[in-house]
C-alpha cells in the first residue's frame, strides 16, 4: 500500500531532550515536506525536500532541522525542543514539486508535548 | 502579505443537499491550488486540485471552482453524506524559479446533519 509513515504517533517530552520525528514513504517519491498543524493556524510548512541531499527552509524552520540521505526518508529533528513546539505534526510527499497527479500524500500525523 | 483564508470556520449541511466550502486567496500569481478532507485523528487527504488556467474541474461528487478575477475558490460536494464530515482545506501554490511557496487555509469544519 502507498504510504508515508510517521512515527511516533504521540510523543510527550521534557524541554531540551534532542528527538526525531521519522518519516518514511514507499513511493520514490521525490518531494518530502514537513508541517505542524496549531488550532487557528492551519498548516504551516517547516522544512522541505526537492531530493536526495536537496532540502529548504519552509515558513518555520526555526527550532528544526532534517536531513534527506535517502529518498524514503526525511527525519525531522529538534536539537532542543521548547514547549512552544508542542504541535501535531505531518510529513508529506509528492512525485515531483508540483504535486504530481494526486497531490501531496499525508502521513498520518505526529502529536507532539513539549513540557 | 499573501494569504489564504476561509470565509466560514464551520458549515453544516443536511443530508442529501449540496454543500459549497469558499476559499478566498490573495496571491494573483498562485499557479494551482488544492483542496484537502481532514478527518479526526488523520492527516490531510488529497480531494481534488485545479491548475491556475482553469475554472473548473470535476472529480467524484466534488466540483472545484476559481475564479481569478475575485481570487475566490470553492469546493462543491453533491449529495452531501455523513462521511463527508471532516475539515476541509484549500491550499495555494506558487512558483518562482526554483522557489515555490505552498500556502494552506485554516480550514472549514463541515458538518452533515441526519
Known amino acids: 500500500e502507498a504510504q508515508v509513515t510517521q512515527n511516533p504517533r504521540y510523543l510527550i517530552t521534557v524541554t531540551g531532550k534532542k528527538l526525531t520525528v521519522t518519516c518514511s514513504q514507499n513511493m520514490n517519491h521525490e518531494y518530502m515536506s514537513w508541517y505542524r498543524q496549531d488550532p487557528g493556524l492551519g498548516l504551516r510548512q517547516i522544512y522541505y525536500s526537492m531530493n536526495v541531499e536537496v532540502t529548504d527552509k519552509g515558513d518555520v524552520p526555526e527550532g528544526y532541522k532534517v536531513s534527506r540521505k535517502e529518498k524514503r526518508n526525511f527525519p525531522l529533528i529538534l536539537e532542543s525542543p521548547s514547549p512552544n513546539q508542542t504541535s501535531l505534526y505531518f510529513c508529506?510527499?509528492?512525485?515531483?514539486?508540483?504535486?504530481?497527479?494526486?497531490?501531496?500524500?499525508f502521513g498520518s500525523g505526529t502529536r507532539l508535548t513539549v513540557v | 502579505g499573501e494569504s489564504v483564508g476561509l470565509h466560514l470556520p464551520t458549515l453544516s449541511v443536511q443530508e442529501g443537499d449540496n454543500s459549497i466550502i469558499n476559499c478566498a486567496y490573495s496571491?494573483?500569481?498562485?499557479?494551482?491550488f488544492i483542496w484537502y478532507k481532514q478527518e479526526s485523528g488523520k492527516g490531510p487527504q488529497f480531494i481534488i486540485d485545479?491548475?491556475?488556467?482553469?475554472d473548473k474541474r470535476q472529480g467524484q461528487r466534488v466540483t472545484v471552482l476559481l475564479n481569478k478575477t475575485v481570487k475566490h475558490l470553492s469546493l462543491q460536494i453533491a449529495a452531501t453524506q455523513p462521511g463527508d464530515s471532516a475539515v476541509y482545506f484549500c491550499a495555494e501554490i506558487t512558483f518562482s524559479g526554483s522557489a515555490r511557496q505552498l500556502t494552506f487555509g485554516s480550514g472549514t469544519q463541515l458538518t452533515v446533519l441526519p
Open positions: 485545479i491548475r491556475s488556467n482553469m
Open positions: 496571491n494573483s500569481a498562485s499557479d494551482y
Open positions: 508529506a510527499s509528492s512525485l515531483s514539486e508540483q504535486g504530481g497527479l494526486n497531490g501531496y500524500t
